[in-house]
């Protein structure tokens, strides 16, 4: 069955630095998402992209966030100068349509130390 | 703005008994989702509701949707160990494609 696949699953790194998680769809998939999970708090929302374009973004993801499909298959989050605050789990997710069922990966757990 | 409330937050339950986990959203939502989640893990779909009176079951799972009183429930029946995780309700309307997630129902099912 196809998946959602994430990497790394754990990524600790120093406040100030930059950290790329990747992502790859599933691969009929034309929607992708990013949201992320603080520990014990709720799913947040950080920024849609379609069509090689972000096309909503949510309050959370300011300048220091960008994303990239860089070729056919993956699809990255980048943290340009990472924060204490950034700490957390972070889901890509993908769908057919926009309104469809979004499938998500295992997360990459990122510590900022 | 779509917002999604859900209650409880902690649930603590006997094997074998009955409950409920409730989830209000605020506006129009034309999709309701329910996710679970081990510690540690992805987010698993459970159910996804698309209309009023819309009830799924998996297991000892039923989830069902009310439109009108904006509201969807999921029931347990018969809880077993194996059922404990936090489970997530998430609203999607389609003037907004990101799902907004509840906080969360921690449920703990003990012997």
């Known amino acids: 069955e196809p998946e959602v696949t994430q990497t790394p699953s754990h990524q600790v790194t120093q406040m100030g630095q930059e950290v790329i998680l990747r992502c790859v769809p599933i691969s009929n998939h034309l929607y992708f998402y990013w949201y992320r999970q603080i520990l014990g708090q709720k799913v947040e929302f950080l920024v849609s992209f379609y069509n090689n374009e972000i096309s909503e973004k949510s309050e959370i993801f300011d300048d220091q966030f960008s994303v990239e499909r860089p070729d056919g298959s993956n699809f990255t989050l980048k943290i340009r100068s990472t924060k204490l605050e950034d700490s957390a789990m972070y889901f890509c997710?993908?769908?057919?349509?926009?309104?469809?069922?979004?499938?998500f990966g295992p997360g990459t757990r990122l510590t900022v130390l | 703005e779509l917002k999604v409330e859900q209650n409880p937050l902690f649930l603590s339950m006997q094997e074998g008994k009955n409950y409920t986990i409730y989830c209000n959203y605020s506006?129009?939502?034309?999709?309701l989702y329910w996710y679970r989640q081990d510690p540690g893990k992805s987010l698993e779909s459970l159910f996804v509701l698309l209309s009023n009176g819309a009830v799924k079951q998996e297991g000892r799972l039923m989830a069902s949707l009310d439109t009108k009183a904006r509201l969807s429930t999921l029931h347990i029946t018969a809880a077993v160990h194996d059922l404990s995780a936090t489970y997530f309700c998430a609203g999607w309307n389609s003037g907004n494609t990101p799902l907004v997630f509840g906080k969360g129902t921690r449920l703990s099912v003990i012997a």
């Open positions: 997710a993908s769908s057919v349509q926009a309104s469809g069922e979004q499938f």
């Open positions: 506006t129009t939502s034309d999709r």
